[in-house]
Structure formats: structure tokens, C-alpha cells
């Protein structure tokens, strides 16, 4: 089975400055999807940032991108220029790319806090 | 709709009691998940139902918890003779059949089991 780790319970930036997300996986698919969803304390999960395994580059959305190292099984997402409206827990998925739509497995989140 | 719309927002109810939550997906998403996220944790996979194919139940918790979604369309999340551990945010999501389609999520209901 599929399993996502997030070895960050937490972690805290200053306004303005960059902050990393790990995010770790295990599986024996060669092509998946991996995400990063956003909830803020509204509890509304929000898709930030989405990457396709088989696509080397690394995806970006504005102020967010990810560091996607297959081999390593690795999936990071890179904060820029961090905003108090960022402040949220953070969580990092992974889905099969078999036919039809699949399910999300998730990670356990990381709460991220914006110092102003 | 334009989004995935779940009700009740909140519900208290007494251990031992049966409560039914609803979920209403995105209209033309023919897929749609349950998860459940406990105070602080992740999003446990709870039953996903793709179309009229039978739905993937593997992440149910127990026989008090069941599902059904009519039409293809509205699901109700049932939990039979509640417990204190069921107490958690139950969120619905709903997506298109295309791997890795986007999965929208609604905004959950908590439930309190006290």
C-alpha cells in the first residue's frame, strides 16, 4: 500500500522569507500524481500545487513550487515570499494514475505558522 | 453546484445515537470520497464511490459506518450507535473520472459525539 510521511508536525517563517515542506512516499507505481492541499482553519481543503511523476520538470504555481525527486521518492514544496494569509495546515498527497478517478492518500500534515 | 456542499456544518449527539451526514458533489463529478480527519491528525480514506461501478468501502472503519450515494449524485454517510471516537470532521470530496483530475473538497461536517 501507499504511504505518505510529513516529518514536520510544524514549522514557523518570518513574513516575507521562503520556507521548505518535506514530504516523503512510498510506492511501487512507476506513474502517480502527487499534491500539496492547503486548510486553512475554515477546514475548506484547497489544491496549492499538483505534479505528474512522469514530468521531470518541477511544477510551480506563483509563490509555490515543488522539489520532485522521483528516484528519492521525495516530494517538497517551497514557499516564496511567505504572507500571513499562507498560515495553514499543509498536507501532501499521493494518487495512482490507474484509469478512473482514484483516491488521495495523505500525509499527516504540517501546521505552518507566518510570523509577522 | 459550484462546489461540493456538505451538511449538517456541525452536529452534537449523544453516544448511541445514529446520525446520517450528507454530502452534494460538484454537479457532472461522478466520483466521490469520504474521509474523516480527527483533532489534529490527517484525512483518514473512509469509502469512494466511482459511477455505477461498486464503491472501494476498504477504508470503513467498522459495520456502524455505512454509505450510499443515489443517483449518482447526493451521498449520506450513516454511523450507526455512535461512539465518543467517532467525534472527527467528516469531509466529502468530489472529482471527474480522469486520473489525477483535481478532487474538490467540501467543507465537512464536525461531528461531537458526547
Known amino acids: 500500500a501507499q504511504t505518505v510521511t510529513q516529518s514536520q508536525p510544524e514549522m514557523s517563517v518570518q513574513e516575507a522569507e521562503t520556507v521548505t515542506l518535506s514530504c516523503t512516499y512510498d510506492?511501487?507505481?512507476?506513474?502517480?500524481?502527487l499534491f500539496w492541499y492547503k486548510q486553512p482553519p475554515s477546514r475548506q481543503m484547497i489544491l496549492v500545487i499538483r505534479?505528474?511523476?512522469?514530468?521531470?520538470q518541477n511544477a510551480t504555481e506563483n509563490r509555490f513550487s515543488v522539489n520532485f525527486q522521483k528516484a528519492a521518492k521525495s516530494f517538497s514544496l517551497k514557499i516564496s515570499d511567505s504572507q500571513l494569509g499562507d498560515a495553514a495546515m499543509y498536507f501532501c498527497a499521493y494518487r495512482k494514475s490507474t484509469k478512473g478517478a482514484q483516491k488521495l492518500v495523505f500525509g499527516q500534515g504540517t501546521r505552518l505558522t507566518i510570523n509577522p | 453546484g459550484a462546489g461540493v456542499s456538505q451538511s449538517p456544518s456541525n452536529k452534537v449527539t449523544e453516544k448511541g445515537k445514529d446520525v446520517e451526514l450528507r454530502c452534494d458533489p460538484i454537479s457532472g463529478h461522478t466520483a466521490l470520497y469520504w474521509y474523516r480527519q480527527s483533532l489534529g491528525q490527517g484525512l483518514e480514506f473512509l469509502i469512494y464511490?466511482?459511477?455505477?461501478?461498486?464503491?472501494?468501502k476498504s477504508g470503513l472503519p467498522s459495520d456502524r459506518f455505512s454509505a450510499e450515494r443515489t443517483g449518482g449524485s447526493v451521498s449520506t454517510l450513516t454511523i450507526q450507535r455512535t461512539q465518543q471516537e467517532d467525534s472527527a470532521v467528516y469531509l466529502c470530496a468530489s472529482s471527474l473520472a480522469v486520473p489525477g483530475n483535481t478532487i474538490y473538497f467540501g467543507e465537512g461536517s464536525w461531528l461531537t459525539v458526547v
Open positions: 510506492t511501487s507505481e512507476s506513474d502517480y500524481y
Open positions: 505534479q505528474e511523476a512522469y514530468k521531470q
Open positions: 464511490f466511482q459511477g455505477n461501478s461498486a464503491p472501494d
